[in-house]
């Protein structure tokens, strides 16, 4: 019998080996490698854009804060420090300023989402009538607002949590946090979410 020569490594091991192959291609990109930075890019792009698109009107807009978020990490990469935080939660935080300063720089007071782009993300076929769709349209509309009044760190987790479907383990790798402080984290948003809807959140 034939051995597996590239056997399924076990899932911490996988993540582990996906850190130190992230790591390497940071610290070539800190040295100048504009290559080693562009797979960066081609590893972290779909997420951060999900991530903004969650913000703005557009998905024209999303598309070029993306591009803009990568562009200042590029100029940022040398100031970028491992040991504090995990890549993609430093894109992370790059992109929340980016939409805050984009916001201001649009003179409005939140971001959000057209309402074209609200009924991608629902579900057609839940719903028995026209009127319970766009009731539960006004109703996810009014969480997202909320979401965007919540702090920077737990915008994070209910993002990662509810929207990219991730367990507490995975994003507290991700975030570079016990799992402990994610559980935490997301029971301050809960609350939070509470006392500015002033009823019960549907992630309750």
Known sequence: MVKDCNPQLPPELNNHVRLNEELELVQAACAGDVEA??????KNSERVYRYIA???????????????????????????????????????????????????????????TSIDTAYELVDNNRYNSPDEQTAKL?????????????????????????????????IGQMLGKPEVTVRGILFRAHEGLRKFLKRESTFG
Do not use: C, M
């Open 138 to 170: 006004a109703e996810y509309e009014e969480l997202r607002q909320a979401i965007l009044h919540l702090p920077t760190d737990q915008q994070h987790v209910i993002f990662l949590r509810y929207v990219e479907e991730l367990g507490h383990a995975e």
């Open 54 to 112: 969650y913000r703005v009107r557009t998905p024209a807009e999303a598309e070029d804060l993306t591009a803009q978020v990568f562009l200042n990490a590029w100029k940022a990469i040398s100031r970028y420090k491992p040991q504090e935080s995990p890549f993609l939660a430093w894109l992370y935080t790059i992109s929340h300023n980016q939409v805050i300063n984009y916001v201001k720089s649009r003179g409005q007071n939140t971001a959000f």
């Open 37 to 42: 930075f562009g797979k960066l890019y081609q």
